[in-house]
């Protein structure tokens, strides 16, 4: 069917917003930078009403090419259906809450550092929307690459020494990646003659062009072997690594798997192997994570590890994992991005990363400790925060699949989550600390705000998804 005007409309201006406000951001006084982003943000977010009425008034069931609303320009088509809105909308969301929360976390910073993280964060989100509404393999390799490019400025941020090296291992492995998915791009031209994915719909590939794209997911989502990069990553300030761990660039990976090979080609032959690497990444980053005393090093591991249980979803091929893999990226991105952030809120306090170093927040923040146990838990996979329902439905695929061992080492992982998290917590929030090695530094405001925020939806969306769970019982 032909779109309506509006439902043409809402993509480009979603698309459009964040690299004008970042063009905008550079003619403003620098004090304004961060305020400026905030605002191009929300009217960013104002769009998706609109584009969700476009969605879903289009009639045709989910995968349905005419479930979509399209945009056309320069031979290019721009599509968006319901995988495209939620990985945009919760991308865009986090991102108007990490900007909030950067007007306190920033405070006290030179202006340039305050402009330098408004604009690049800004066209680090204008990427993200590239990627999921682009309905074409060359488009969606640029702005995944423009995507690496902005990590790249954004972990080296203060510019030090070890900061330009951590970035520049970041974008070597990125792009290494990038470089074996475009090669998978080729092959997919040259055996069905077109890059688009409308066109592409229930194609046919070899394990080839599989091997080939899922080692540019790998590298992007930080995956083992090339997951090194992402912990290292920790030495950017905290807007950053919530942002690369739960808005913007570890996703692009979940993404781009989900769209190619869990909702657009068909692989020849079987690729098994692709989640048990994956599971392997994820138990292995969680084993790490239990021995780390880094705080940001511990959510990065645990980033590591819930990447690879929901690339284990994707490959078992089944649509009721497939649903879990959306829900869990929802309840991952909002989980993890809070716990980035009150990790950074406790940064500040403390003065120090060390969790050996920290204690006796409960007593000192309540709404910090709600906000940080709910974003735990939620991750963690704990009943009734939308985690657990995202786990598991994604272990139930496993199950359907008949991949009993899938199943087991996936709940193997969720336990270990729950107990790095559980050890993270003890130390930061439980306990009277290191009197020594604490600040009389309170928090601000403008930080705690954004982590309530984050918390109460995960909440509010966990208690919708258990009524209509309920419902569908009964």
């Not at 791009?185 to 070899?206: K, P, R």
Request: proline share 4%; charged share 10%; glycine share 10%.
């Amino acid at each position: 069917m032909t779109p309506n005007y509006p439902c043409s409309f809402t993509i480009p201006a979603i698309m459009l917003i964040p690299f004008a406000g970042a063009l905008l951001v550079r003619i403003l006084p620098p004090g304004l930078s961060i305020r400026a982003g905030l605002l191009f943000l929300l009217a960013q977010f104002a769009f998706f009403p609109g584009l969700a009425s476009c969605v879903f008034g289009c009639g045709g069931p989910a995968g349905d090419a005419s479930y979509t609303a399209v945009f056309k320009v320069m031979g290019l088509l721009f599509r968006c259906d319901i995988i495209s809105l939620v990985f945009a909308g919760t991308s865009v969301l986090t991102g108007v809450l990490i900007y909030l929360f950067s007007l306190g976390y920033f405070m006290g910073e030179k202006e340039a550092e305050k402009e330098k993280f408004s604009f690049w964060g800004l066209v680090f989100v204008g990427s993200m929307m590239g990627v999921v509404f682009s309905d074409n393999l060359v488009s969606l390799y640029f702005f995944w690459e423009l995507a690496g490019l902005c990590s790249w400025r954004l972990i080296g941020f203060y510019r030090k020494e070890e900061d330009l090296r951590n970035a520049d291992k970041a974008f070597l492995i990125t792009s290494a990646g990038a470089g074996m998915m475009m090669l998978g791009f080729a092959l997919v031209y040259l055996q069905s003659g077109s890059l688009s994915l409308s066109a592409l719909h229930n194609t046919w590939v070899s394990p080839l062009v599989f091997t080939l794209f899922f080692l540019g997911v790998l590298t992007k989502s930080a995956s083992f072997p090339f997951h090194t990069w992402l912990p290292d990553a920790s030495v950017a300030p905290t807007p950053v690594t919530a942002f690369l761990h739960a808005a913007v660039l570890v996703k692009i990976g979940i993404y781009g798997l989900f769209r190619l090979f869990g909702a657009t080609l068909l692989v020849t032959s079987d690729v098994s192997w692709a989640g048990w690497l994956a599971l392997l990444s994820s138990l292995v980053a969680g084993a790490v994570a239990l021995r780390q005393t880094d705080i940001k090093r511990i959510l990065a591991f645990s980033t590591v590890s819930q990447l690879g249980f929901m690339i284990a979803g994707i490959t078992a091929f089944n649509s009721f994992a497939s649903r879990g893999v959306i829900l869990f990226y929802v309840a991952h991105a909002l989980g993890k991005g809070c716990l980035f952030l009150c990790a950074g809120i406790a940064e500040k306090i403390y003065s120090t990363r060390d969790i050996r170093e920290m204690g006796g927040l409960m007593k000192r923040s309540p709404w910090l400790t709600f906000a940080f146990l709910v974003g735990m838990l939620s991750v963690a996979g704990i009943p009734p925060l939308p985690g657990f329902f995202g786990k598991l439905w994604i272990i139930a695929g496993m199950l359907f699949e008949r991949r009993i061992f899938f199943a087991f080492f996936a709940i193997l992982t969720t336990v270990l989550t729950l107990l790095y998290l559980f050890r993270l917590f003890s130390h930061v929030f439980m306990g009277e600390g290191n009197g020594s090695a604490r600040t009389e530094k309170s928090c601000s405001g403008q930080m705690i705000f954004p982590v309530v925020i984050m918390s109460a939806i995960s909440v509010l969306l966990g208690l919708a998804f258990l009524m209509n769970e309920t419902v569908a019982w009964n």
